[in-house]
C-alpha cells in the first residue's frame, strides 16, 4: 500500500510564493509519475503538473505555466510544487497522486494524498 501526504498548504496574498510537498511512502516500484491536482469550491479537480519519477520529464497546466515548478527528491520519495506569483484564482485544495504517467496526467491515479488547502488573498 501506498501513502501520500501532502504539507504546505496556507493563507498566503496575492502575488507571493509557497511550496507544497507531498512524500510517498510504501511498496513503490515500477515506472511511475506524480503530480497535483487542485480544487476550487464548486469547481471540478483540474490537472495542475506532473513528473515523470524516471527521467525527471514534466507536464503543466496551461494556466500554471511559468509560475509553478514540479520538482522531485529520489531519495526522499517526495515532489515539491512550487507556486510563484500566486493569484486569487489559485485557491482550491491540492491533491497529491501516484500512478503510471497517463493516469496521474488524466486524475485516475490510484493513489491520492488527502489534500492541502492553499488559499490567496487578494
Known amino acids: 500500500q501506498v501513502q501520500l501526504v501532502e504539507s504546505g498548504g496556507r493563507l498566503v496574498q496575492a502575488g507571493g510564493s509557497l511550496r507544497l510537498s507531498c512524500a510517498a511512502s510504501?511498496?513503490?516500484?515500477?515506472?511511475?509519475?506524480m503530480g497535483w491536482f487542485r480544487q476550487a469550491p464548486g469547481k471540478e479537480r483540474e490537472f495542475v503538473t506532473a513528473?515523470?519519477?524516471?527521467?525527471?520529464?514534466?507536464d503543466s497546466a496551461d494556466s500554471v505555466k511559468g509560475r509553478f515548478t514540479i520538482s522531485r527528491d529520489n531519495a526522499k520519495n517526495t515532489v515539491y510544487l512550487q507556486m510563484n506569483s500566486l493569484k486569487p484564482e489559485d485557491t482550491a485544495v491540492y491533491y497529491c497522486?501516484?500512478?503510471?504517467?497517463?493516469?496521474?496526467?488524466?486524475?485516475?491515479?490510484?493513489?491520492w494524498g488527502q489534500g492541502t488547502q492553499v488559499t490567496v488573498s487578494s
Open positions: 513528473i515523470n519519477w524516471s527521467d525527471g520529464s514534466t
Open positions: 497522486t501516484l500512478g503510471n504517467q497517463l493516469a496521474v496526467k488524466t486524475g485516475t491515479g490510484r493513489y
Open positions: 510504501g511498496h513503490i516500484f515500477g515506472s511511475y509519475a
